[in-house]
């Protein structure tokens, strides 16, 4: 795999693939449940666990994805692979000047993600 990312700073508790995500609100018209979280399992933990994806060769690049600047340092302090990508919501309404900024000068590149803005 070229590129794998955490997806999001929050663990959930595993769900079986027929159950619907993301099901932050529980809905039961919608039959969809309450996702629960996992305060088993750190985001350092599940960082370290990607770089060793990297050390058996399944994974050529790993990176992180919806961080802000303070997430990204934190991963810089116990990172033995620092993060390839950063991908976040990025657009002519969401600049992320500063993330940008900072992302780049810690020598990660940055991944724009969303379509060109809510305009709703």
């Keep these: ?3 794998y990312l955490i997806h999001y700073p929050i663990a959930l508790k595993y769900k079986e ?3 619907k995500y ?8 919608a039959k969809v449940p309450r996702m629960e979280l ?5 985001y350092q933990q599940t960082w370290e666990a990607m770089e060793g994806l ?3 060769g399944l994974v050529r690049n790993i990176g992180v994805s919806n961080v802000a600047s303070g997430k990204i340092l934190d991963i810089l302090k116990y990172a033995k692979i620092k993060p390839a990508i950063v991908q976040n ?3 002519p309404y969401l600049t992320q ?3 940008i900024k900072f992302v780049r000068q810690q020598g990660v590149q940055v991944m724009a993600y969303s379509q060109f803005g809510d305009l709703s």
């Design 97 to 99: 000047d500063k993330l």
């Design 89 to 91: 919501e990025i657009h």
């Design 54 to 56: 990297i050390r058996e």
């Design 22 to 29: 993301p099901g932050w609100i529980h809905d039961e018209s």
């Design 17 to 19: 693939p027929p159950i």
């Design 1 to 3: 795999m070229d590129l």
């Design 38 to 42: 996992d305060e088993g399992v750190t």
